[in-house]
C-alpha cells in the first residue's frame, strides 16, 4: 500500500534559501518516511514517490563493484551541497580565502603564494560518470561542449558492467513519474551519442559516506525528474543509520536503503541528515581527514540524471576509436591523435585531443563540474 502525504511549507521560500549549505538533523523533520509513499506540497506538486525494495540485489552489487572506487574521489567543486566553508574539509594547499561566500572561496595557494583563478568550495567524495555537458577548464583549447567523462574513458568495462543497473533505474522512472520521464527521454533521444543507452539519462553522480548540506541541484533538465539510489556497501563494515534525504522546508525526509528507488524533486531545497555508527567503534584503515569528516560510512549514493545543456551538441559524436587507442595503462599514444599532458598534478590528469577535422570538433574528456548532486 502506497501512502499518501500532503506536505505543508514550514518555512517561507526567503527564510530556506537563507539556509543554502546548512546542515539539517532528524529533529527538522516530523515526517520520516520508511514505506512506499507518495508526497505532495500542499498546492497540489508532486515532492517525491519512493518505492521500497524494487531494485534486485544483483543489480545493486554491479553497481557496487563497478561505482564504488571512483565515488570516494574527492572533488572541491560541489558547492553548496559540500556545505558551508570548512578548513577540515578544504584542499591542503588552499591558504589565504580571498573574497570568501558562504560555501565557495578564491584563496591563495599555501605552496607559490599565487592566487586562484577559480573559487573553490569543500571536498567531498563525490564524481560523475557518463556524458557531460561544460568543457574540460583545464584545456586551453575549447571546442565540442559535450564530453566522456574520466571514468568512461578509463574504465569502460566497469561501465559496461553496470549499465543493467542504470537501465532498471530508467524503468522505476517511467513507471512512477511517466509524464516526466517522456518529457526526459524525448530530450535525451535529440543527442543519442551522449545519453546512457535505453534510458533517459546522460550522467550519473556517485557519492560516497557524503552528507549534502541544503541546496538545489544544478545543471540537469529541469522538466524532467530526479532519481536516487541508495546501496549500501557489503565490503563495509561501518552501517549506519539516519543518512535521511530530506526537504526541510516541508519537513519531510526519506530512509532510502539498499534496493529502494527515490523519485524526487531536486529543484526543491534538499539535503542529507547525519548519519550515525552501528558498530561501537570504526572498523577498518581511515586517514585522520576520513575520520574527521566522517567519510567512512557504507552509504553509496547514486544520482541519475539528463544534463540541460547536452542539447547544443546535437549532430555531434565522440571520436569512439580515439579513446578506445589509449592506452590506459601507460597512458601514452599509441596510434592515435589523443596527447597526456602530465604537467598537472596526479589526481588531475588531463586528456587533451586533438581537433577532428571530419566533424570539425574538439572531444574534451577529463570531469569538471560545478553542480549539486546528493
Not at 527515490?262 to 575520520?291: K, S
Not at 571520436?319 to 599514444?333: C, E, P, Y
Amino acid at each position: 500500500m502506497v501512502t499518501k502525504i500532503v506536505a505543508n511549507k514550514l518555512m517561507s521560500d526567503a527564510e530556506i534559501a537563507s539556509k543554502e549549505s546548512d546542515y539539517f538533523t532528524e529533529a527538522d523533520f516530523p515526517i520520516i518516511i520508511k514505506g512506499d509513499a507518495d508526497v505532495f506540497a500542499e498546492d497540489g506538486r508532486l515532492l517525491l514517490r519512493f518505492r521500497k525494495n524494487v531494485i534486485s540485489k544483483e543489480l545493486t552489487d554491479l553497481a557496487v563493484n563497478s561505482y564504488v572506487k571512483a565515488s570516494k574521489a574527492l572533488h572541491e567543486n560541489r558547492g553548496a551541497s559540500a556545505g558551508a566553508l570548512d578548513r577540515k574539509k578544504l584542499a591542503n594547499y588552499v591558504s589565504e580565502f580571498i573574497n570568501p561566500g558562504k560555501f565557495r572561496t578564491k584563496f591563495k595557494s599555501g605552496t607559490t603564494g599565487i592566487e586562484s583563478k577559480q573559487a573553490t568550495s569543500n571536498l567531498s567524495p563525490s564524481n560523475i560518470i557518463g556524458y557531460f555537458d561544460k568543457h574540460d577548464r583545464n584545456l586551453k583549447t575549447k571546442g565540442a561542449p559535450c564530453r566522456l567523462t574520466a571514468f568512461n574513458r578509463d574504465h569502460p568495462e566497469l561501465w559496461e558492467t553496470a549499465l543493467p543497473f542504470l537501465k532498471r533505474c530508467d524503468e522505476l522512472f517511467k513507471e512512477l513519474i511517466p509524464d516526466r520521464h517522456e518529457l526526459q527521454r524525448t530530450q535525451a533521444a535529440e543527442t543519442p551519442d551522449f545519453i546512457i543507452p535505453e534510458t533517459a539519462f546522460s550522467t550519473v553522480t556517485i557519492n560516497y559516506s557524503w552528507r549534502t548540506g541544503l541546496h538545489k541541484d544544478a545543471g540537469d533538465y529541469r522538466p524532467g525528474y530526479g532519481n536516487l539510489i541508495v546501496i549500501e556497501d557489503p565490503n563495509n563494515p561501518n552501517s549506519y543509520t539516519g543518512g535521511y534525504t530530506g526537504f526541510p522546508q516541508f519537513g519531510v525526509a526519506v530512509d532510502v536503503r539498499t534496493g529502494d528507488f527515490l523519485a524526487m524533486d531536486v529543484h526543491e531545497w534538499h539535503c542529507n541528515t547525519e548519519m550515525f555508527l552501528v558498530n561501537p567503534q570504526i572498523q577498518g584503515n581511515y586517514t585522520q581527514r576520513e575520520i574527521d569528516n566522517k567519510w567512512y560510512f557504507n552509504r553509496l549514493s547514486v544520482v541519475c540524471y539528463l544534463r540541460e545543456k547536452m542539447i547544443r551538441c546535437k549532430g555531434l559524436q565522440t571520436d569512439k576509436v580515439q579513446l578506445m587507442n589509449l592506452d590506459k595503462k601507460t597512458k601514452t599514444k599509441r596510434k592515435t591523435n589523443v596527447e597526456i599532458d602530465k604537467t598537472k598534478e596526479p589526481d588531475s590528469t588531463v586528456v587533451k585531443p586533438k581537433r577532428v577535422y571530419k566533424k570539425k570538433t574538439v572531444i574534451e574528456l577529463n570531469p569538471k563540474t560545478d553542480d549539486n548532486k546528493d
